[in-house]
C-alpha cells in the first residue's frame, strides 16, 4: 500500500513539473487563425523506429513457466521499423479524441540450449525452434484542455490502452515436434496530461505523459507513456514532423483472460518520423 502511495506521488510530481515548460513556450508565438492549434479534425501517419525489450513468463496449472528474455534468449530483433497511425477529432472547443495504432511483428529461428517449461508444454535442450511474437498496439484518448489559447493549450487526459500480444513456438528434436501458443489482450485506463504551444508561426511542439498502476488479487498492471514531437508546416494543411516515444509494460496476470496466466514486461521507445494533415 505504502509503495503504491509513493508511486503515486512520484508521477503526480513529474506530471506537475511538465506543465511548467509549456505556459513559457506559449509566449513565444501568437496564432492569427485561432483554429490552428486545435483543428476539427487531424491525422498522422509514417514510420516509428522501436528498440525493444520482452521478457515474458507463461504458467501451466501444475507450476511457474521458464521466464523468458526474448530479446537475449531467443534473439529476437530488438530494433524494428513500422508504421505507426494517429487521428484526432475535436469534439467540442476543449475536447479532443485522440486514436492511434501501431504493430510489431518479429519471429526467429534458433535451438534451445535449455529446458523451457512454455505453458503447458516443456521445450528440450537441443530442439531446433521456431518463435513468432507479434504485438498489436491500440489507443484510444480523451484529451481536456483547461487551457485553450489561440496558440497554445495544456490539459488533462484520460485514455484507454489495449496491447495484444501473440505467440507461438514450435520445435523439433529426436522427430518429435512441440509447439505452444497463446494470445491475450491486456487492456487498461490511463490518466495523464497533455500540451501543444506554437513555437513559431509554422513550428508546433507537442508533449504528453500518461500512468496506469493497479495491484490486487495477484493481478499487477504498470503502464506509463511519453511522447515529444515537433512538426513543421510547410503548407497550411501539411506538416512534416518528428518525435521521440517511451512505452512501458508491465503486465503479472491478465484480467478477463481465461487462456493466459504468467507475467509480460514488454517496453518500447524509439523516434518516429511522419506526415500529418490538419482540417
Known amino acids: 500500500m505504502h509503495k503504491n502511495i509513493y508511486q503515486a506521488r512520484r508521477v503526480f510530481v513529474l506530471l506537475s513539473i511538465l506543465y511548467i515548460p509549456i505556459?513559457?513556450?506559449?509566449q513565444s508565438y501568437e496564432s492569427k487563425d485561432s483554429g490552428l492549434i486545435n483543428p476539427k479534425f487531424y491525422i498522422s501517419a509514417g514510420a516509428y523506429f522501436p528498440e525493444i525489450t520482452t521478457t515474458i513468463r507463461v504458467d501451466s496449472e501444475s507450476g511457474l513457466g521458464t521466464e523468458i528474455g526474448l530479446e537475449n534468449d531467443f534473439k529476437l530483433n530488438n530494433n524494428l521499423s513500422v508504421f505507426q497511425v494517429e487521428g484526432m477529432v475535436r469534439l467540442k472547443e476543449k475536447s479532443q479524441l485522440v486514436l492511434g495504432y501501431t504493430n510489431m511483428k518479429r519471429g526467429n529461428s534458433f535451438q534451445f540450449d535449455q529446458d523451457v517449461n512454455f505453458g503447458d508444454t516443456t521445450f528440450y535442450a537441443g530442439a531446433n525452434a521456431e518463435l513468432n511474437f507479434?504485438?498489436?498496439?491500440?489507443?484510444l484518448t480523451w484529451r481536456y484542455s483547461f487551457f485553450n489559447k489561440p496558440n497554445w493549450n495544456a490539459g488533462l487526459s484520460l485514455g484507454a490502452r489495449?496491447?495484444?500480444?501473440k505467440?507461438?513456438?514450435?520445435?523439433?528434436?529426436?522427430?518429435?515436434e512441440y509447439s505452444q501458443s497463446f494470445s491475450v489482450a491486456a487492456p487498461a485506463l490511463l490518466v495523464g496530461v497533455h500540451g501543444a504551444a506554437?513555437?513559431?508561426p509554422n513550428l508546433l511542439g507537442r508533449y504528453s505523459l500518461e500512468y496506469f498502476q493497479v495491484s490486487f488479487s495477484g493481478i499487477d498492471i504498470n503502464i506509463i507513456e511519453t511522447d515529444v514531437s515537433l512538426q513543421y508546416f510547410f503548407l497550411d494543411n501539411l506538416s512534416i514532423g518528428g518525435g521521440y516515444s517511451t512505452n512501458s509494460y508491465k503486465v503479472n496476470e491478465v484480467p478477463l483472460s481465461d487462456n493466459?496466466?504468467?507475467?509480460?514486461l514488454f517496453a518500447f521507445s524509439g523516434f518516429n518520423l511522419f506526415l500529418s494533415a490538419r482540417f
Open 23 to 26: 505556459f513559457g513556450f506559449a
Open 162 to 165: 489495449v496491447m495484444q500480444f
Open 134 to 139: 507479434d504485438v498489436y498496439y491500440y489507443a
Open 260 to 264: 493466459f496466466s504468467g507475467k509480460v
Open 198 to 200: 506554437y513555437l513559431t
Open 167 to 176: 505467440a507461438r513456438l514450435d520445435a523439433a528434436i529426436n522427430s518429435k
